[in-house]
């Protein structure tokens, strides 16, 4: 069964008279690390907002269709409850964080849920662990750099032990070495736990080669929806303006010049790599 499923879902904020997706139906498999892509305003946000709750719940305005997170109708539940099955990372880490420590912060959902304090101190220190930031625990959020705060909002996701986490451009205030990091916590959660990742994310270059399942959206709309691989290679993901990776374009290029190079097409400038120099030493 899928984890998140919508069904010809369609939203419009309040006030405005223009939907903000329209008639989206898509499934996202337990396991599985989806990017959600496309052009600024296209909907991805408020598709994802669909996913935890917040619509309906928090945003009024005029839903029509199905969100279903494991089987349970998402308009039938409170956000509290959703919270447990679905952690929600946000764009600035800032608007997550509010504690005087970051242990405090990473505590914050499970207090919330009542939890034993032994049951309680378990669960954050695995989750500050699993993200790197134990020796930060006692410092204050607003003392740490953008992509130490990052992966304290990550951690205060993951101590909730949800079975989804969304992640909405979580590193769009961060240089791409701190992105690069940041991507690379969430890759090894997805591997190692099973965590059904959704990743909001313009940086194709930095994040496609950890995808196996791609969304492209345009005007409200999925207008893709499948196989990293097959899917940037296409003219139809190009003109929808989506940034596609470099080693992608490249590997195209060459293929037309006549390059004899392998039917993968590389999503990163690793896998580019690797595929020349296997090209050149056939070539030998």
């Given amino acids: 069964m899928a984890v998140i499923?919508?069904?010809n879902v369609t939203y419009t904020y309040p006030g405005s008279t223009k939907h903000s997706i329209t008639n989206i139906s898509i499934n996202i498999e337990k396991?599985?690390?989806?990017?959600?892509?496309?052009?600024?305003?296209?909907?991805k946000t408020t598709l994802c907002r669909c996913f935890n709750g917040l619509i309906p719940h928090f945003y009024q305005g005029e839903l029509e269709g199905k969100t279903l997170?494991?089987?349970m109708n998402v308009a039938d539940h409170p956000i509290h409850e959703l919270a447990k099955r679905v952690g929600f990372v946000f764009q600035n880490?800032?608007?997550?964080?509010?504690?005087?420590?970051?242990?405090?912060?990473?505590?914050?959902?499970?207090?919330?849920?009542?939890?034993?304090?032994?049951?309680?101190?378990?669960?954050?220190?695995?989750?500050?662990?699993?993200?790197?930031?134990?020796?930060?625990r006692e410092r204050a959020p607003y003392e740490?750099?953008?992509g130490q705060q990052q992966r304290v909002a990550i951690a205060s996701v993951l101590a909730m032990q949800p079975d989804v986490i969304v992640l909405d451009e979580p590193t769009s205030f961060l240089?791409?070495?701190?992105?690069?990091?940041?991507?690379?916590?969430?890759?090894?959660?997805?591997?190692?736990?099973?965590?059904?990742?959704?990743?909001?994310?313009?940086?194709?270059?930095?994040?496609?080669k950890y995808a196996n399942h791609i969304i492209i959206m345009d005007e409200g709309k999925v207008v893709q929806d499948g196989d990293p691989?097959?899917?940037?290679?296409?003219?139809?993901?190009?003109?929808?303006?989506?940034?596609?990776?470099?080693?992608?374009?490249?590997?195209?290029?060459?293929?037309?010049d006549g390059a004899k190079l392998g039917e993968t097409v590389p999503?990163?400038?690793?896998?580019?790599?690797?595929?020349?120099?296997?090209?050149?030493?056939?070539h030998d």
């Fill in 31 to 43: 396991g599985e690390f989806t990017l959600i892509t496309g052009p600024s305003g296209c909907g």
């Fill in 69 to 71: 997170i494991s089987g």
């Fill in 5 to 7: 499923e919508t069904k």
């Fill in 175 to 208: 240089d791409p070495l701190s992105a690069k990091k940041i991507f690379e916590v969430i890759y090894d959660l997805n591997k190692k736990l099973s965590i059904t990742v959704v990743l909001v994310e313009h940086r194709l270059d930095l994040t496609a």
């Fill in 267 to 282: 999503l990163s400038s690793d896998e580019m790599a690797a595929m020349i120099k296997e090209a050149l030493g056939n």
């Fill in 144 to 146: 740490l750099s953008g």
């Fill in 93 to 136: 880490p800032e608007n997550q964080l509010f504690a005087l420590s970051v242990e405090k912060d990473v505590a914050f959902g499970l207090e919330n849920l009542g939890l034993p304090r032994e049951e309680m101190r378990k669960k954050v220190d695995w989750a500050l662990n699993l993200t790197g930031i134990y020796d930060l």
């Fill in 229 to 256: 691989r097959e899917i940037l290679r296409t003219e139809e993901a190009r003109l929808v303006g989506v940034g596609i990776p470099k080693a992608t374009l490249l590997y195209q290029i060459l293929k037309k």
